[in-house]
Every structure is written in structure tokens, then in C-alpha cells.
């Protein structure tokens, strides 16, 4: 079946430094969509790319969806304290009858070091 | 305007016992969405409703059935719980046709025994 895979499973930056983690899904997508779990939280919305190529920022993150539309990236300028959490993207699946399920990667867990 | 709303929020029970976990959806949402999170893992759909019917289905068994009421709101109820089925559990609402995200509450911690 369609699977969504994330790399790196973790990574550990000091403040200051930057961050990338790589989504790769197994067919193409008709969007891609991004989320933010803090550590015993729930995960919150960051952001959908519909297009081929859609670069999106947002402050200090940059989000890419491939020409494929099969892989995306979340780039973090200058990572803070604040930006701590699992990033999790998420494709559509199978659609049935108009309705879609979300088939998210396994996470990318970041951790910054003051 | 009252976010998604889950209760319990967390929940201990024994293998073999059956669970019923609710959801209010967003104010003006009308499709719940249930995800299990493992530990460590991302999380993984269950079922949708909409319109009070099961829309779509993902790879659970049987013993994982649900329900959605006028109102909108929805239950998960979980029979003969597995050691397995210790989780996260994740109500996620949204408008049909409306692009975008969708909005997760803050989840019900099963412990199975």
C-alpha cells in the first residue's frame, strides 16, 4: 500500500543551527501536508503545498514540494528552544467516494540544544 | 470558538474490556477523523465520518467500530482490548471540501493492562 517515509528519524542541532527533514511517498500526491506535535501534545496543522515545485515560507520555515510531487522537505532557519517537536508530514490516500484519509510519515524528532 | 474537545484524556484498562472513547469536533466542522499514535510512531487512520456514516476505513479489525451523532460529535469504542492496543488515540474534524489541514484534539492516552 502507499507509504510515506521521513528522514532523519532524529536530530539533535544546537540553537542556532539549522534543520532539514525529508519526506518521500511511494506514489505521487495530489497535496502534501505538514504538522508539528510538541512533546506531549498533539499534532497541530503547519501547512499544505498543493503544486508541482511549491516553495512556502513561514518565518524561519521553508516548505518545498518536489516537481514530482513524491517528496518534500521542511527547512528550519536558525533553529530555537521554541522549535523542539516531532514534524510529521502527511499525504492523502486512497480516495473513496470523495472522502481521503491523511497517511502520515513516522516523524522527524528534533531537538535543540541552548 | 472551542477547539477539538476529547475525553478521557487518559484511560487504564484490562485486556479482554472494552473502551469508548468522544470527540467534539471544531465549532462548524462536520467530518471526525480517528488516528492511533503509537509511541514513538506517526499517527495512523482509523476511520472517518461524515453525514453519520463510516466513509473510509483503515487497516484495523473489527473489534474497532465508531459512531457519529446529529450533532456532529463522534465515539470510538474498542472491544476486547489487546496489550497492543495501548496508544494515543486522535479525533481529527474538518470541513468537507475545505483544502487545508485538518484540527486534532488533545487525545485520549489508553493503557492497556
Known amino acids: 500500500g502507499q507509504q510515506v517515509m521521513q528522514i532523519p528519524q532524529y536530530q539533535h542541532v544546537q540553537e542556532g543551527e539549522d534543520f532539514t527533514t525529508y519526506c518521500n511517498s511511494s506514489t505521487t500526491l495530489s497535496n502534501i501536508q505538514w504538522y508539528k506535535q510538541r512533546p506531549g501534545g498533539h499534532p497541530v496543522f503547519l501547512i499544505q503545498l498543493v503544486k508541482s515545485g511549491e516553495v512556502k515560507k513561514q518565518k524561519r520555515l521553508t516548505f518545498q514540494f518536489g516537481e514530482a510531487k513524491k517528496n518534500s522537505s521542511l527547512h528550519i532557519t536558525a533553529t530555537q528552544t521554541t522549535d523542539v517537536g516531532t514534524y510529521f508530514c502527511a499525504g492523502p490516500g486512497t480516495v473513496s467516494g470523495g472522502y481521503n484519509k491523511l497517511i502520515f510519515g513516522a516523524g522527524t524528532r528534533l531537538a535543540v540544544h541552548p | 470558538d472551542a477547539g477539538v474537545t476529547q475525553s478521557p484524556t487518559h484511560l487504564i484498562k484490562t485486556r479482554g474490556q472494552q473502551v469508548t472513547l468522544r470527540c467534539s469536533p471544531k465549532s462548524g466542522h462536520d467530518t471526525v477523523s480517528w488516528y492511533q499514535q503509537a509511541l514513538g510512531q506517526g499517527p495512523q487512520f482509523i476511520f472517518q465520518?461524515?453525514?453519520?456514516?463510516?466513509?473510509q476505513r483503515g487497516n484495523f479489525p473489527d473489534r474497532f467500530s465508531g459512531h457519529q451523532f446529529p450533532n456532529y460529535s463522534s465515539e470510538l469504542n474498542v472491544n476486547a482490548l489487546l496489550l497492543g492496543d495501548s496508544a494515543l488515540y486522535l479525533c481529527?474534524?474538518?470541513?468537507?471540501?475545505?483544502?487545508?489541514?485538518?484540527?486534532f484534539g488533545q487525545g485520549t492516552r489508553l493503557t492497556v493492562v
Open positions: 465520518y461524515y453525514e453519520e456514516e463510516e466513509r
Open positions: 481529527a474534524s474538518s470541513l468537507v471540501g475545505t483544502p487545508g489541514g485538518v484540527f
